[in-house]
């Protein structure tokens, strides 16, 4: 065999297990997200609410940065898991943070206001990107 397919037959199973961590992790934090903010997003984008949709894609794309930095630059499962858990609290605090400066946020999203969807996704991304490149180191 191959020095190539031998390393990547004896990589695959731990590409796939750091693989499906990191997805749970996306999706477990999409989902407290999803259960903790106070205005409903995923019932908003079955009615069609465009505004909601964006809100909800950006907090996915802004879990995602760090979780791929933090699984690049991770050594160990645990370590991907302790950064998912922390990625998902500092979006949380991003989206508290952001209802401040824009007093009802979540009204105004369940409202479809595409303005305060789009400024939400960009203070989520923008502080996506930092985190992540702390992560990374």
């Known amino acids: 065999m191959s020095p190539e397919i031998q390393a990547f037959t004896n990589a695959v199973g731990i590409v796939l297990t750091h693989l499906g961590v990191t997805m749970a992790l996306l999706i477990g934090g999409a989902t407290i997200y999803a259960l903790i903010t106070p205005h409903k997003e995923l019932a908003q984008i079955r009615q069609g609410n465009a505004a909601a949709a964006v809100s909800f894609g950006g907090v996915i794309v802004a879990l995602a940065l760090p979780l791929a930095l933090s699984l690049a630059a991770s050594t160990t499962l645990i370590e991907v898991g302790l950064w998912g858990v922390m990625s998902v609290a500092v979006q949380l605090l991003v989206f508290r943070l952001t209802d401040m400066v824009l ?31 702390a992560v990374a180191g």
């Not at 206001?113 to 490149?133: G, H, N, R, W």
């Open 103 to 133: 007093s009802g946020l979540p009204k105004r999203i369940a409202e479809g206001e595409m303005a305060a969807a789009v400024v939400l996704v960009s203070a989520k991304l923008a502080t996506a990107m930092i985190f992540a490149a």
